[in-house]
């Protein structure tokens, strides 16, 4: 677990918890003077991400998948039972959660509780709680409904899910993947938000927008 929580005067509480077989990195960020949470890909180990919200004594606002591959989607279910807070994703992306046991099926693993999705959420759309906002982009290429979450203060992030990773991007051989359309969601929506613009991988270590487009091997052509 990776607590990225700035200054002491900081609103901001992040925590970043890999969770499940294939670590995907859920991320709880809170506004630490309101106590309200935006709980991000909730993959698996609810148990876990309880304790972070425990401990902060954090209501959650928004539960959010950054897309609906199996790793990323695992607890939403157990999550939202328990948290009474609604789920978020891209109503591209829902024909693919539904499908959640198929994907289970494929990889060996028992089928997670599916549950419905309260909102859907498109690109161009902001995310508020407490006094912290996220800008919702629509970054398909590893999935239909593949998003990202921009969020411009205190400090720059960029929560990016499967789209970009330090030194590599979200693969495309999966159901609805399109590598010249992840190439194209990189170039169009977020190598524009600037060289300074932390960003934190759906897996993995975080980078930056300048490091990667400097030195990663699929956007040299960009």
């Given amino acids: 677990m990776r607590e990225e929580s700035a200054a002491p005067s900081s ?66 279910a157990r999550l939202r039972e328990l948290t009474g807070a609604p789920v978020l994703l891209h109503p591209d992306d829902l024909s693919l959660y539904q499908n959640v046991a198929m994907q289970a099926a494929m990889i060996g693993l028992p089928a997670p509780p599916v549950t419905q999705v309260d909102i859907p959420i498109r690109e161009g759309e902001t995310l508020s709680w407490g006094e912290l906002s996220a800008h919702v982009l629509h970054t398909p290429g590893h999935s239909p409904g593949s998003l990202s979450l921009y969020l411009p203060k205190p400090k720059k992030k960029l929560l990016a899910g499967d789209t970009l990773f330090a030194g590599s991007i979200g693969r495309t051989d999966l159901w609805g993947g399109s590598y010249e359309t992840i190439l194209r969601s990189i170039h169009q929506q977020l190598l524009p938000l600037g060289d300074d613009v932390r960003v934190y991988p759906g897996h993995g270590p975080d980078t930056t927008i300048g490091v990667e487009r400097e030195s990663n091997p699929f956007l040299q052509d960009l």
């Fill in 11 to 76: 609103r901001v509480i992040h925590e970043i918890l890999p969770v499940g077989w294939l670590a995907c990195n859920c991320h709880i960020i809170a506004d630490a003077a309101t106590r309200e949470a935006l709980v991000v890909d909730p993959g698996d180990e609810v148990e876990r991400i309880l304790a972070i919200l425990h401990r902060h004594d954090l209501k959650v606002k928004y539960i959010v998948s950054t897309h609906a591959h199996i790793d990323h989607v695992g607890g939403l």
